[in-house]
């Protein structure tokens, strides 16, 4: 047997249109017959800080022509239509640099492939994270990041850091990078199935993807650049496999393997899972055939007693952007300036909305909420309360300890949401859905006290919930996951903090909203849209 060596992943080229940002930090120095790059560390210093600025406030051409493709499709449904329309209007919005496109401004992370002739004399970590701390102290952008003191004590880092930053090596004098704005939806929607040959067949196959597709739901809000990848020579492998091909950083691998075990593209199941997603029915949130705008399966090799496989998206907040440093100077990918463009004159035509006033008594609302089936698109009007994980916690605790609910959790709605900050002389910053599942475990709790009557959130929930509102007579509100920027700017009037100010972005607000939208997803009933596709 001769010895084959390749790159694992062997990407053919890049078509990624680039910007230079400076010329400035970078010079060639002769040692011997190589060419070093010299690389000041301010130089990562501004990469990194003009890259998440970059991809905080704007998205790829490609990922929003396929919202506007949606628009263009007479197979899309109505709620196709909506959430696209959204999502560009969004868009059009964030790129003003004020508000970013989602309120969950993510966890930083940065992948970089270093070339041998690179020189930078320092920790490459530390200057990137510099700033990437820059761009979240700077921008009107959220800090999510908590840092553990004690096994249970828990702090929010106030700056976003730390960032994940993984650095490889290359042949070379070029320096590479991929960066993105991971946030907690859609990575909380990467899987790791741990199977066996058994899989590896079409029979197998289509029938594990047809279940563990339902699994993604529309907690990271759809429409995904969805990635699935079979195989590994670690479940850490996959896993990062997944990510980066989420991202189309793996757009270019070759479409067939070889016996160096190449990573390779299998554009048939692509196609054939595509075609899967649509015809789920989930679509791009509520219902029809954009669960997903395109699909990346990509083959890997594996130990024979493993096959790990490996699930993941990219969400509507599509926040990827790749960066350089060559000799040339320094280079960002150049995301669209102009999302306006992809707009239709008009909006889509939709049925009148069903106008609810959040003002009145918690049983009125009930009451009205009651007679509208599920799928009736609301405008909701009036107060809400906010609240998410740890505030619910607390309550809880409260509870527990014999205290009264908080009056507020039994008067109004509660939107599961924590927002970004506010910029100048508005009167919110970025504030779209969370995730509703993380709160399910105490929807029966609350209710069963009075609170959380009517929860207001994106994605799908579990049964317990339908069941507790069944029990007690709640209602489960569904929001267009991502188009936090818009909510600020035309739907949220007022914001006050009302307890728990301590916990920053997690802490319980008031606010006040107008024509909010909104979808009966969970009824007193026991139905639950997604149960019913």
Same mark, same amino acid.
């Given at each position: 047997?001769?010895?084959?060596?390749?790159?694992?992943?062997?990407?053919?080229?890049?078509?990624?249109?680039?910007?230079?940002?400076?010329?400035?930090?970078?010079?060639i120095?002769?040692?011997?017959?190589?060419?070093?790059?010299?690389?000041?560390?301010?130089?990562?210093?501004?990469?990194?800080?003009?890259?998440?600025?970059?991809?905080?406030?704007?998205?790829?051409?490609?990922?929003?022509?396929?919202l506007?493709?949606?628009?263009?499709?007479?197979?899309?449904?109505?709620?196709?239509?909506f959430?696209?329309?959204?999502?560009?209007?969004?868009?059009?919005?964030?790129?003003?640099?004020?508000?970013? @496109?989602?309120?969950?401004?993510?966890?930083?992370?940065?992948?970089?492939?270093?070339?041998?002739?690179?020189?930078?004399g320092?920790?490459?970590?530390?200057?990137?994270?510099?700033?990437?701390?820059?761009?979240?102290?700077n921008?009107?952008?959220?800090?999510?990041?908590?840092?553990?003191?004690?096994?249970?004590?828990?702090?929010?880092s106030?700056?976003?850091?730390?960032?994940?930053?993984?650095?490889?090596?290359?042949?070379?004098?070029?320096? $590479?990078?991929?960066?993105?704005?991971?946030?907690?939806?859609?990575?909380?929607?990467?899987?790791?199935?741990?199977?066996?040959?058994?899989?590896?067949?079409?029979?197998?196959?289509?029938?594990?993807?047809?279940?563990?597709?339902?699994?993604?739901?529309?907690?990271?809000?759809?429409?995904?650049?969805?990635?699935?990848?079979?195989?590994?020579?670690?479940?850490?492998?996959?896993?990062?496999?997944?990510?980066?091909?989420?991202?189309?950083?793996?757009? +270019?691998?070759?479409?067939?393997?070889?016996?160096?075990?190449?990573?390779?593209?299998?554009?048939?199941?692509?196609?054939r899972?595509?075609?899967?997603?649509?015809? @789920?029915?989930?679509?791009a949130?509520?219902?029809?055939?954009y669960?997903?705008?395109?699909?990346?399966?990509?083959?890997?090799?594996? +130990?024979?007693a493993?096959?790990?496989?490996?699930?993941?998206?990219?969400?509507?907040?599509?926040?990827?952007?790749k960066?350089?440093?060559?000799?040339?100077?320094?280079?960002?990918?150049?995301?669209?300036?102009?999302?306006?463009?992809?707009?239709?004159?008009?909006?889509?035509?939709?049925e009148?909305?069903?106008?609810?006033?959040?003002?009145?008594?918690?049983?009125?609302?009930?009451? $009205?909420?009651?007679?509208?089936?599920?799928?009736?698109?609301?405008?909701?009007?009036?107060?809400?309360?906010?609240?998410?994980?740890?505030? +619910?916690?607390?309550?809880?605790?409260?509870?527990?300890?014999?205290?009264?609910?908080?009056?507020?959790?039994?008067?109004?709605?509660?939107?599961?949401?924590?927002?970004?900050?506010?910029?100048?002389?508005?009167? @919110?910053?970025?504030?779209?859905?969370?995730?509703?599942?993380?709160?399910?475990?105490?929807?029966?709790?609350?209710?069963?006290?009075?609170?959380?009557?009517?929860?207001?959130?994106?994605?799908?929930?579990?049964?317990?919930?339908?069941?507790?509102?069944a029990?007690?007579?709640?209602?489960?509100?569904? @929001?267009?996951?991502?188009?936090?920027?818009?909510?600020?700017?035309?739907?949220?009037? +007022?914001?006050?903090?009302?307890?728990?100010?301590?916990?920053?972005?997690?802490?319980?607000?008031?606010?006040?909203?107008?024509?909010?939208?909104?979808?009966?997803?969970?009824?007193?009933?026991?139905?639950?849209?997604?149960?019913?596709?």
């Amino acid at each position: 047997m001769d010895f084959i060596y390749q790159d694992s992943y062997p990407v053919q080229k890049d078509d990624t249109q680039y910007r230079k940002i400076s010329s400035d930090y970078v010079k060639i120095e002769k040692l011997g017959d190589r060419e070093i790059l010299t690389v000041d560390p301010k130089g990562l210093e501004l990469l990194a800080e003009t890259a998440m600025t970059d991809v905080s406030f704007m998205l790829r051409t490609s990922h929003l022509e396929k919202l506007k493709a949606i628009l263009d499709d007479p197979e899309a449904t109505d709620n196709d239509r909506f959430v696209a329309y959204n999502l560009l209007q969004n868009a059009a919005v964030a790129v003003g640099g004020e508000l970013p @496109s989602c309120q969950d401004t993510g966890t930083a992370i940065v992948m970089a492939k270093k070339g041998e002739n690179v020189y930078t004399g320092i920790d490459d970590a530390e200057a990137l994270s510099k700033g990437i701390f820059n761009t979240y102290i700077n921008k009107n952008l959220r800090y999510s990041q908590i840092v553990p003191i004690s096994m249970f004590e828990e702090k929010n880092s106030g700056s976003n850091l730390p960032a994940q930053i993984d650095i490889y090596s290359k042949k070379g004098n070029s320096y $590479e990078f991929l960066f993105l704005a991971k946030g907690g939806g859609s990575a909380n929607k990467t899987f790791l199935y741990q199977q066996t040959k058994s899989l590896l067949n079409e029979k197998s196959l289509e029938a594990f993807i047809k279940a563990k597709i339902m699994d993604l739901g529309t907690a990271a809000c759809p429409p995904y650049h969805l990635a699935l990848v079979i195989g590994g020579t670690s479940a850490e492998a996959t896993l990062a496999t997944v990510k980066k091909a989420s991202a189309g950083y793996y757009d +270019h691998l070759p479409t067939t393997g070889n016996m160096a075990g190449q990573a390779f593209r299998d554009l048939e199941w692509e196609k054939r899972i595509q075609q899967i997603c649509q015809e @789920s029915g989930v679509g791009a949130q509520f219902g029809g055939k954009y669960l997903v705008h395109d699909v990346r399966v990509i083959r890997l090799p594996r +130990h024979a007693a493993s096959c790990p496989v490996g699930l993941g998206v990219s969400c509507s907040a599509d926040r990827n952007i790749k960066g350089k440093i060559t000799a040339d100077g320094i280079f960002v990918e150049q995301l669209e300036t102009n999302p306006a463009r992809l707009l239709p004159e008009t909006a889509p035509h939709l049925e009148d909305p069903v106008s609810i006033d959040l003002d009145q008594p918690m049983d009125q609302i009930l009451a $009205e909420l009651t007679k509208h089936p599920i799928k009736t698109r609301l405008m909701l009007n009036g107060t809400v309360i906010v609240a998410r994980d740890i505030a +619910h916690a607390k309550i809880k605790e409260m509870l527990d300890n014999g205290e009264p609910m908080p009056e507020y959790f039994k008067n109004h709605p509660v939107y599961y949401a924590g927002p970004a900050k506010t910029p100048e002389g508005m009167a @919110s910053g970025s504030f779209g859905p969370t995730t509703a599942g993380r709160m399910d475990s105490y929807v029966d709790l609350f209710q069963g006290n009075r609170g959380s009557m009517i929860m207001l959130a994106k994605g799908n929930r579990s049964q317990q919930v339908t069941d507790a509102c069944a029990k007690h007579g709640g209602f489960y509100l569904g @929001s267009i996951g991502g188009p936090a920027a818009i909510l600020a700017k035309d739907n949220i009037l +007022h914001v006050e903090v009302v307890d728990f100010p301590e916990l920053g972005m997690e802490a319980v607000r008031k606010i006040t909203v107008k024509d909010f939208p909104a979808f009966i997803i969970t009824d007193d009933k026991g139905n639950d849209f997604f149960q019913n596709l």
